[in-house]
């Protein structure tokens, strides 16, 4: 059953006042001398991350007692299927940690797996993107710009972006690079924020690997209410429940005349 406008109301003020806490713990330690751990798959993680992470489950926690939540720092908790919200308190933990404001927090929610909300907070800068299912999106910031993808139907003419190659596997370095060979330009860094720059139709690609779920979740209902199309390599609509077969690879276009020939160059054994 579709959600009623009262719900979604209530689900965006819940992102909103989540991403207020993060940003108020978070202003206060960028470009501190905050020590940094190693997890298990060699990315470094912060206090910072883990007290904003904190921060959001609790504010959900009351606005939404009874959705699950999927966290990259403190794992799932509550339902399993139905409604759950992704967070990633700082995408972008290297930039983060090294003062550059390229990270975001991203706050997204799930219903059977599909995003049906998602918000990118640049809590520095004080720049928000806000996406909703089947609405477009919402820009807040002083820095300038409107949001919506802007028409580039050739790879030729794009601006493709990477957070970074050292994301790949070999094979997967092998495919990227026929894109990038493919477009016009490319750019590295950016993490989420690069996304939310697509979606203000100053990046045209984005090709990256290794994602987890609660990396691009909150990015779907943003690029699609801006205009664009986010996928798999193969083109494939992204789902939470079936995400580990995507094998952690995302595609994101602002126009979609780019996604086949996008394809194309990513698909295996091309």
């Known amino acids: 059953m579709a959600p009623t406008a009262e719900q979604l109301a209530g689900w965006l003020a819940a992102a909103e006042a989540a991403a207020d806490a993060a940003g108020a713990l978070l202003r206060p330690l960028f470009r501190t001398d905050l020590g940094a751990d190693l997890k298990a798959d060699h990315s470094p993680v912060t206090e ?3 007290a904003a992470e904190r921060a959001m489950r609790a504010v959900l926690a009351r606005h939404c007692p009874g959705h699950g939540i999927i966290g990259e720092e403190f794992g799932t908790t509550g339902a399993a299927a139905g409604l759950s919200w992704a967070l990633d308190p700082i995408d972008g933990t290297r930039a983060f940690i090294t003062g550059r404001p390229l990270f975001a927090t991203l706050i997204a929610l799930l219903d059977g797996g599909v995003p049906v909300l998602g918000l990118i907070d640049q809590p520095v800068t004080g720049e928000r993107w806000i996406g909703v ?3 477009a999106t919402v820009f807040r910031g002083p820095l300038g710009g409107r949001p919506g993808c802007r028409s ?3 790879l030729a003419d ?3 972006s990477c957070t970074s190659p050292q994301m790949f596997t070999a094979n997967e370095q092998a495919r990227w690079q026929r894109l990038a060979d493919a477009c016009g330009r490319t750019s590295f860094g950016g993490d989420a924020y690069a996304y939310g720059l697509l979606a203000l139709g100053r990046i045209d690609v984005i090709a990256e690997a290794d994602l987890k779920l609660w990396d691009w979740a909150a990015l779907v209902p943003v690029i699609a209410g801006a ?5 798999d390599w193969r083109g494939d609509t992204l789902h939470g429940e ?3 077969a995507a094998g952690g690879r995302v595609l994101a276009v602002g126009d979609a ?3 086949a020939p996008a394809c194309d160059r990513l698909a295996a054994g091309a």
Do not use: I, K, V, Y
Request: aromatic share 4%; glycine share 14%; hydrophobic share 45%.
């Open 48 to 50: 910072a991350d883990r």
């Open 133 to 135: 299912a089947g609405r």
């Open 152 to 154: 580039c139907a050739r």
């Open 158 to 160: 794009a601006e493709l």
């Open 227 to 231: 205009g664009g199309r986010m996928t």
């Open 242 to 244: 079936t995400w580990p």
């Open 257 to 259: 005349a780019l996604l």
